[in-house]
């Protein structure tokens, strides 16, 4: 067993609060790092101790390794959290903290390195017999194969960045006219955004679901899984509401692709929590995507419907631990459903919108969860990625998660910026949800700015009191907020 008495966490934002709790219910110090723009923010206030690792822009800060280990250092930490984004895969951070003796809390720098790369990740699950889509599994550079490949799949197909994430690196390309400048720009993009050019073709499934599976593995060879979620709502290939279990799995299905993630982590072996990504297509057919190797946004879902804290388990399998339960011990209890509340604006394509939260007050009650990094009256940055937070709800049943999420939707109060709270009311209570019909092109098929628009005249003029209420400095901002119930129709009388 390996001793952590004091945590850093190389994270900002809502994922380092969540990393934070977690450590203090364990009785582990915490050390919160921040840049200088976010010398004020709730995670500096939440830690024990805080120290400052440079200028505002990641690259600057959060991103610079060596700052990070020299705070470690200074302040004696044992180990380090990373969060998501950022360093969490990065597989020199992981070297060197090794190098540094401080232990990361995730897995081995071989498995990210193996998994960060889509091919290679390919390759390493070839002896498990995982299901994967049609296409080809290795770098494509030539014209003349692509062209091959391109007509034995069949059109349409993705070229794919072997190093993409986030949603980044991947083009549609629908006719075999389209190849060759597909495959240049793809080629070029990747090179410039991710320092790799390899890029692969793959089948482009035109209606798929995006359901991954949750696995957790110790260092004495156990790994299991938390069941999956299904994430098919997004925009821009990102996700924007998440839920667990997903309504269309059958048992049988559920066990086979459960049983499939612990196989492609075992083909790395796997250390920590991590995500087995799959792509389903209309026949419920699954085929593995990818695998994340660090905690997910999401990861939420998946602890209110387990009842297992999967930062707390990450701390305790770091430390070298012996999992505490079996594949057998674990069962779905309720249904849980995520919104990522990012300051966008849904009726302007999602683009970011950054300003000040004039109002911000969150809902309560029963079974409500609100994982955030910020509070009234900050500045959302524009140095960082845009996610304010998550909403969380649980139910006995789906419904009454979409219920519940309904209902604090309803009572979350932002003012000052656009969020993605409107658009995922309008998505969880839309006919394809509800019924659970639906997949990734949920915003393309059913989603219209125009559909947050259907505010009333009442609303209209609740909208323009706040407005002037916020203008004016010496109206108390708690009565202006108090008012304005459907928010986000008030929030667009900011603009
Ligand atoms: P999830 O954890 O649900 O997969 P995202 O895919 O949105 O969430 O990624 C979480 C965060 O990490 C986001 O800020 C995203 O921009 C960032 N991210 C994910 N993969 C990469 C990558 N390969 N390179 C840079 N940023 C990434
Ligand atoms: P990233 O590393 O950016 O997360 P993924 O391979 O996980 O890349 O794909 C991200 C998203 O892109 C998926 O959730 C899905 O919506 C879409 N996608 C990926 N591969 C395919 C495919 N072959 N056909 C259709 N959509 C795809
Ligand atoms: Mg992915």
């Not at 934002?13 to 709730?42: C, H, N, Q, W």
């Not at 990641?58 to 930490?77: C, F, P, Q, R």
């Not at 982590?265 to 792509?279: K, L, S």
Request: contains cysteine.
């Amino acid at each position: 067993m390996k001793n952590i008495n004091k945590v850093l966490i190389a994270n900002r934002g809502e994922i380092a609060i969540r990393v934070i709790r977690s450590a203090k219910e364990m009785g582990i110090s915490t050390v919160a790092v921040y840049s200088e723009a976010d010398r004020l923010a709730p995670h500096v206030k939440l830690a024990d101790e805080a120290i400052c690792i440079g200028p505002a822009p990641s690259s600057e800060s959060y991103l610079v390794i060596d700052n990070i280990i020299e705070a470690s250092k200074k302040l004696n930490v044992d180990a380090i959290h990373p969060g998501y984004g950022f360093l969490s895969e990065n597989a020199t951070f992981a070297r060197k903290l090794k190098e540094a003796g401080i232990i990361l809390i995730g897995p081995s720098a071989e498995s990210m390195e193996i998994m960060g790369d889509k091919l290679a990740a390919k390759t390493a699950v070839a002896t498990y017999d995982i299901p994967m889509v049609p296409g080809i599994n290795e770098a494509v550079e030539d014209l003349t194969i692509a062209k091959k490949v391109a007509d034995e799949i069949g059109y349409p197909v993705l070229i794919k960045a072997s190093a993409g994430g986030g949603g980044k690196g991947m083009r549609v390309v629908e006719s075999p006219d389209e190849l060759e400048e597909g495959m240049t720009r793809a080629i070029s993009e990747a090179k410039s955004a991710f320092g790799n050019g390899a890029v692969f073709i793959e089948k482009f499934i035109g209606s798929p679901r995006h359901i991954e599976v949750q696995v957790l593995g110790d260092e004495h060879g156990n790994i299991l899984h938390l069941f999956e979620r299904e994430c098919s709502i997004q925009r821009r290939h990102q996700k924007v509401i998440e839920e667990a279990p997903s309504s269309i799995f059958s048992e049988e299905k559920r066990k086979a692709i459960g049983e499939t993630a612990v196989n492609v982590a075992r083909a790395c072996d796997y250390v920590g929590a991590g995500t087995v990504e799959f792509i389903v297509d209309e026949n419920h057919d699954f085929f593995f995507l990818e695998m994340n190797t660090r905690l997910q946004v999401e990861h939420c879902v998946t602890e209110e419907i387990t009842g297992i804290d999967l930062v707390k388990e990450q701390i305790k399998v770091a430390r070298g631990e012996k999992l505490s339960f079996a594949q057998e011990d674990l069962s779905i209890h309720g249904h849980a459903l995520e919104v990522r509340i990012y300051a966008e604006n849904p009726k302007n394509n999602f683009l970011p919108d950054i300003g000040k939260l004039i109002s911000y007050k969150r809902p309560h009650g029963p079974g409500v969860r609100i994982d955030d990094g910020y509070e009234e009256g900050m500045d959302i940055p524009i140095y960082y990625d845009p996610m304010i937070g998550k909403l969380i709800t649980k139910g006995a049943t789906r419904k009454e998660a979409i219920d519940r999420m309904t209902r604090a939707i309803d009572e979350f109060q932002i003012n000052g910026i656009e969020t993605t709270l409107s658009f995922c009311k309008f998505a969880i209570n839309h006919e394809a949800f509800v019924s659970g019909n639906f997949d990734t092109k949920f915003v393309q098929n059913y989603f219209k700015p125009e559909m947050l628009d259907a505010g009333t005249e009442e609303e209209e003029k609740v909208a323009a009191v706040i407005a002037a209420m916020a203008l004016d400095e010496t109206k108390s901002p708690k009565m202006s907020a108090n008012k304005s119930s459907k928010n986000w129709k008030a929030r667009t009388s900011y603009r």
